[in-house]
Each structure stands twice: as structure tokens, then as C-alpha cells.
T-cell receptor, first 114, second 110 residues
Framework: DAGVTQSPTHLIKTRGQHVTLRCSPISGHKSVSWYQQVLGQGPQFIFQ???????GRGNFPDRFSARQFPNYSSELNVNALLLGDSALYLC?????????????FGSGTRLTVV | QKEVEQNSGPLSVPEGAIASLNCTYSDRGSQSFFWYRQYSGKSPELIMS????GDKEDGRFTAQLNKASQYVSLLIRDSQPSDSATYLCAVEESSYKLIFGSGTRLLVRP
């Protein structure tokens, strides 16, 4: 059974460019969250989508946007890239709230902005 | 600003010992708590979730929660060198997002 899949795994972009990151949740999961992790810190919440609706947004500038598709996959878009956007971008999916409820992360996309 | 605090470590224990990792959180209303393991260069892997006061055991791992003290811990029994990683404590806020600590680095010496 496939877990959370993210693409691409690595990406190098130039300042000012735009990037799109993709995520497919675990089959049956309707919720997708995005996190940014910089070296030495825990992941920081960016967005959560549930049933194609934005449920929450973290403290990130409007350059960051996301959407969720009818098949529950999701895209994270970042415009006007800055050097400080270099980080590991993580996607997590979560399912129904049962005793095994939790957030499962994909392998991440490592973005380097030069 | 709601916070999750962890000692950054490193916590060094000999192989076979019990490793004890601790976490405190600021939001008294938090209900769901998670421990993740993260190897260098990899993504976080969910180890344990805990929602009620007390202990929850899964194999060599035991999570402990004390909501009155706003404290959650993870015990790893019979520590192995393969347990060497950064352990992230996460607290769920508003039923849709996780607030993470900065992680505790664990080193298990052979």
C-alpha cells in the first residue's frame, strides 16, 4: 500500500523563480498538510486542506499558496523565491480520527534556492 | 504563540539502556500528541500517538502523558545504535495542525 508520495525529491531554483511541489496522500485520506523544515528546526505548518477546502494557514507570506484536487492530491506553489525558502518541504496526510490517528509524512522535497 | 519545548541534546546512552526523551507544551487545551523519529536527511516517521493521561506502550517504546503538568515523554527500552536519530515531539492544535518542538538528538553508543 503506497504511503504519501511527493515529487520532485530535489529541486534547485534561482531567486525570483516560481516552484510547484506535488503530493499524493495515502489512499483513503482526505486531508493533506504542508510543512516547511529548515535545518536544525522542527517542521513549521504552512497549510492544511480537507475535502478541497483550506482549513488552516500558518504564518507564511502570500507568496505561498496551495490547492487540493478532487482525487485529494495537492500542490504547493511558492512565487518569487527567496534564499530563505531553501528547506525540506513535507507533505502529510491524515485519515479518520480512530485510535491509530496520526499524520504520516512523505519523503519530502528538498528545495535549494540559489 | 503556542510552543513545544524539547532539550536539543545530544542525549547519549549506551546500547541496551533506557533513553528518556521529554517535551513540554504551552497550550493547556491540547488533546493529541505525537512522537516522530527523523534520521538525518530523511522525513519524520510517526512512532507513537497518545491522547489520554498515562502510559501507552508499543514494543520498545512507551509514551507518557501528563496533561496537568503539560508534559509528554518517550521512553525507549533496550536502546539500539539504529535508534540514533532526532526525536520530534508534536502537539496538535485546532484539530488540523501540528506544532513541533525543535527535536532531541539521541546517540546510542555501541
Amino acid at each position: 500500500d503506497a504511503g504519501v508520495t511527493q515529487s520532485p525529491t530535489h529541486l534547485i531554483k534561482t531567486r525570483g523563480q516560481h516552484v510547484t511541489l506535488r503530493c499524493s496522500p495515502i489512499s483513503g485520506h482526505k486531508s493533506v498538510s504542508w510543512y516547511q523544515q529548515v535545518l536544525g528546526q522542527g517542521p513549521q505548518f504552512i497549510f492544511q486542506y480537507y475535502e478541497k477546502e483550506e482549513r488552516g494557514r500558518g504564518n507564511f507570506p502570500d507568496r505561498f499558496s496551495a490547492r487540493q484536487f478532487p482525487n485529494y492530491s495537492s500542490e504547493l506553489n511558492v512565487n518569487a523565491l527567496l534564499l530563505g525558502d531553501s528547506a525540506l518541504y513535507l507533505c502529510a496526510s491524515s485519515g479518520n480520527r480512530d485510535r491509530n490517528y496520526g499524520y504520516t509524512f512523505g519523503s519530502g522535497t528538498r528545495l535549494t534556492v540559489v | 504563540q503556542k510552543e513545544v519545548e524539547q532539550n536539543s541534546g545530544p542525549l547519549s546512552v549506551p546500547e541496551g539502556a533506557i533513553a528518556s526523551l521529554n517535551c513540554t507544551y504551552s497550550d493547556r487545551g491540547s488533546q493529541s500528541f505525537f512522537w516522530y523519529r527523523q534520521y538525518s536527511g530523511k522525513s519524520p516517521e510517526l512512532i507513537m500517538s497518545i491522547y489520554s493521561n498515562g502510559d501507552k506502550e508499543d514494543g520498545r517504546f512507551t509514551a507518557q502523558l501528563n496533561k496537568a503538568s503539560q508534559y509528554v515523554s518517550l521512553l525507549i527500552r533496550d536502546s539500539q545504535p539504529s535508534d540514533s536519530a532526532t526525536y520530534l515531539c508534536a502537539v496538535e492544535e485546532s484539530s488540523y495542525k501540528l506544532i513541533f518542538g525543535s527535536g532531541t538528538r539521541l546517540l546510542v553508543r555501541p
